[in-house]
């Protein structure tokens, strides 16, 4: 198995550093610290890759807030993973350009399977899967919606088109500091054999060490407990030796 990655996360919304709990813009924290110095002191710490989520593309389905990303890209050199409003090729392409390492599709992929493939195609191990879910449905634009389409159907299209990692995160842990989905990640782990890095819920170095375990799990997404300092960063370089 590859080293697990601890990758902390950094949710934009008009510029600034936020968190939702479960998804919902109407509860927000929002973070004096700009995104790029959130970024520097991740880098710091250890962090060989960030999760960036654009929640202004998430809800609108278009671009936004690129200045700030643009600003993150040129402060640190580690691997960015960007999601959040990506619904076509030129998108994908744009975002790449600036230096993103990897784009992130989720709601293409079921409101638009079509295009979703073709930036799948194009770009092939530089995009990832996010799969966000709620009372077992996939939840999209922005965790508004949900789709009735199967978990294992999707997971199988998935597995044919050789996509390098998926993202899972179960809504009703995120931000909430309950733990991690660890039942949802041990289903899904068991359903592919494509990577799967787990987000939503982790509180400390037990959880981690808990998604640690668990078979085809190759990493977990952090927010709330770096941002609101419940967790140290200095996890991020403690994780990286196991």
């Given amino acids: 198995m590859s080293k697990f990655e601890v990758i902390p996360a950094i949710d934009i919304i008009d510029g600034q550093v936020v968190r939702l709990v479960q998804g919902k813009y109407d ?14 002191s991740f880098e710091d710490a250890g962090a060989t890759r960030i999760h960036i989520v654009d929640l ?60 979703a ?4 195609e194009q770009f092939q191990e530089r995009v ?19 789709s009735d389409e199967p978990l294992p159907d999707v997971l199988k299209e998935l597995e044919r088109l050789n996509v390098s990692g998926i993202i899972y995160t179960n809504i009703k842990h995120d931000g909430m500091m309950i733990g991690p989905d660890l039942e949802g990640l041990k289903k899904i782990g068991a359903m592919t ?10 509180r400390d170095s037990n959880d981690i060490l808990d998604i640690h375990k668990i078979s085809n799990i190759s990493g977990c997404i952090i927010g709330k407990a770096f941002l609101s300092g419940i967790l140290n960063l200095n996890t991020i370089s403690e994780f990286s030796r196991i």
Avoid at 27 to 40: H, I, N
Avoid at 128 to 146: F, P, Q, S, V
Wanted: with cysteine; net charge negative; proline share 1%.
């Fill in 193 to 202: 054999t494509i990577p799967v890095t787990a987000s939503g819920g982790v």
């Fill in 27 to 40: 509860q927000v924290t929002t973070y004096k610290s700009s995104a790029v110095d959130v970024a520097k």
């Fill in 128 to 146: 990832i899967i996010g799969l966000d879910m709620i009372n077992g449905e996939i939840a999209t634009e922005g965790w508004i919606e949900t």
């Fill in 117 to 120: 493939i073709n930036i799948i």
């Fill in 56 to 115: 202004d593309g998430a809800k609108e389905g278009s671009v936004s807030n690129g200045d700030t990303i643009a600003a993150i890209r040129k402060a640190v050199s580690c691997t960015l993973e960007l999601g959040g409003g990506i619904r076509s090729v030129d998108t994908a392409k744009k975002w790449l350009d600036i230096g993103v390492d990897n784009v992130i599709l989720g709601s293409l992929l079921i409101k638009n399977r079509d295009e």
